[in-house]
């Protein structure tokens, strides 16, 4: 059974960093890319970043561009996301994402963490 | 970038009724790069339908997806208590991920 669980969300004040983990089971994590989609109160979903299956490539949205960085450990089965600068609109439940055999869709989700960005 | 628009927002059906949702791009994308999610409250979102027709691991039949170019559909042929809920679509380009806004089944 596919099992991605989140970890590390909680409440820090604005322009504070926060690091968060997924560690996953039940697939071969090296060779799938791995994601974090978040979700602010009440609204829709927002892919945030993606990391390719060997770590050397990685992507973000706009929104998170030179604040997050992703990385992944495949020796541990962990991908993390380092969030620095943080701001109120960063407020949301952070799901960790799996890919799918095509990289262009997401197969598997943790139940995600809670990032509260206030003062 | 991509925009992508689900429509009706809501949807107000009853059990057993056949909800037809619709996801329109702003420009062509390639099908293959189309995927629907279901999310009910509380829970992560699972995934429906990628490649724009084609069902994910233990999705029941009475979900399908079809489309092309700017417009996507997915129906939901006979709607059971537990479809009541929100439904995105998403596409990538290979280097960003964009989802739709969101599209809510709503019991009638």
């Known amino acids: 059974e596919v099992q991605l669980v989140e970890s590390g969300g909680g409440l820090v004040q604005p322009g504070g960093s926060l690091r968060l983990s997924c560690v996953v089971s039940g697939f071969t994590f090296s060779t799938f890319s791995m994601s974090w989609v978040r979700q602010a109160p009440g609204k829709g979903l927002e892919w945030v970043s993606l990391?390719?299956?060997?770590?050397?490539?990685?992507y973000y949205a706009n929104s998170v561009k030179g604040r997050f960085t992703l990385s992944r450990d495949n020796s541990k089965n962990t991908v993390f996301l380092q969030m620095r600068s943080l701001r109120a609109e960063d407020t949301a439940v952070y799901y960790c994402?799996?890919?799918?055999?095509?990289?262009?869709?997401?197969?598997?989700w943790g139940q995600g963490t809670l990032v509260t960005v206030s003062s | 970038d991509i925009v992508l628009t689900e429509s009706p927002v809501t949807l107000s059906l009853s059990p057993g009724e056949r909800a037809t949702l619709s996801c329109r791009a702003s420009q062509s994308v390639n099908s293959n790069f189309l995927a629907w999610y279901q999310q009910k409250p509380g829970q992560a979102p699972r995934l429906l339908i990628y490649a724009a027709s084609r069902r994910a691991t233990g999705i029941p039949d009475r979900f399908s997806g079809s489309g092309s170019g700017t417009d996507f559909t997915l129906t939901i042929s006979s709607l059971e208590p537990e479809d009541f809920a929100v439904y995105y679509c998403q596409h990538s380009d290979g280097s960003s991920w964009t989802f739709g806004l969101g599209a809510r089944v709503e019991i009638k």
């Open positions: 994402a799996k890919g799918g055999n095509s990289w262009y869709y997401f197969d598997s």
């Open positions: 990391v390719d299956t060997t770590g050397y490539n990685t």
